[in-house]
């Protein structure tokens, strides 16, 4: 971030709430996609029902959306079908994907990825520039936490930023660190290509599957 972006913000540390609202609130949000990644709607209709109209009958994961932000990818499922809660602890972020969300509403939640006890079982954790929000210091606990909410055989699916950039947010990562942190208690089980990334994130998104042990 340039001297002169960073001088528009006051808060600097994004491991607090108010960092992020007040970038919401400034209406600077280059990570936002403004509706949903192909890759995403690739996979979510690869699973079986997923694009089965709501009110079928169910065969698909519940969905958690950490760090949601505007939550356009909460009401791509929601309209699909899939039960599923977002969750952020940015007042405005919430207050932005209610907006988004319409008569979805109700399935965002103002709070701490790191505390806060999920509505249902989770069978599918959705990432999408949460990893990368993080300061770097918290990515063993966003490990452990993500063993903690999926039983075996759950999915953490999603996009990573994968490139070298050790300034953020974002914060980059690389695919051995991401090995380091998560093979304990998850499998590498698929990858697929991103061809509609935000240009902050041209080139270096890559979908990752990662089943739990
Ligand atoms: C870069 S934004 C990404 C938003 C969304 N995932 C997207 O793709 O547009 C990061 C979001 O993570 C949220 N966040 C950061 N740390 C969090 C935490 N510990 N618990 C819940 N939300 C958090 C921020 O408030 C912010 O809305």
Redesign the pocket.
């Known amino acids: 971030m340039s001297d002169k972006l960073r001088d528009q913000f006051d808060i600097h540390d994004?491991?607090r709430?108010d960092?992020?609202?007040e970038r919401?609130d400034k209406g600077y949000?280059p990570?936002?996609?403004q509706g949903v990644p192909g890759v995403f709607v690739e996979f979510a209709t690869a699973i079986e029902g997923g694009d089965a109209p709501a009110g079928s009958p169910v065969s698909r994961p519940s969905v958690l959306?950490?760090?949601?932000?505007?939550?356009?990818?909460a009401r791509w499922l929601a309209d699909h079908g899939f039960a599923v809660e977002a969750?952020?602890?940015?007042r405005a972020?919430v207050a932005a994907a209610r907006d988004q969300l319409g008569p979805h509403a109700h399935i965002v939640r103002e709070?701490?990825?790191?505390d806060f006890a999920p509505a249902r079982p989770v069978g599918w954790v959705y990432e999408?520039?949460?990893f990368?929000?993080?300061p770097p210091a918290?990515r063993a606990d966003y490990a452990a936490r993500m063993a903690e909410l999926l039983p075996p055989g759950g999915l953490l699916a999603g996009l990573f930023f994968v490139t070298e950039k050790p300034v953020g947010?974002?914060f980059g990562t690389s695919l051995d660190e991401l090995h380091r942190l998560l093979d304990a208690d998850f499998e590498l089980v698929g990858e697929r290509p991103v061809e509609d990334s935000m240009p902050i994130f041209k080139g270096v998104e890559r979908w990752l599957e990662w089943r739990r042990r």
């Open positions: 994004p491991s709430p960092f992020w609202s919401f949000t990570w936002d996609h959306i950490p760090g949601c932000g505007r939550a356009h990818e969750v952020d602890f940015s972020a709070a701490d990825f790191f999408r520039t949460f990368c929000a993080l918290r947010p974002p």
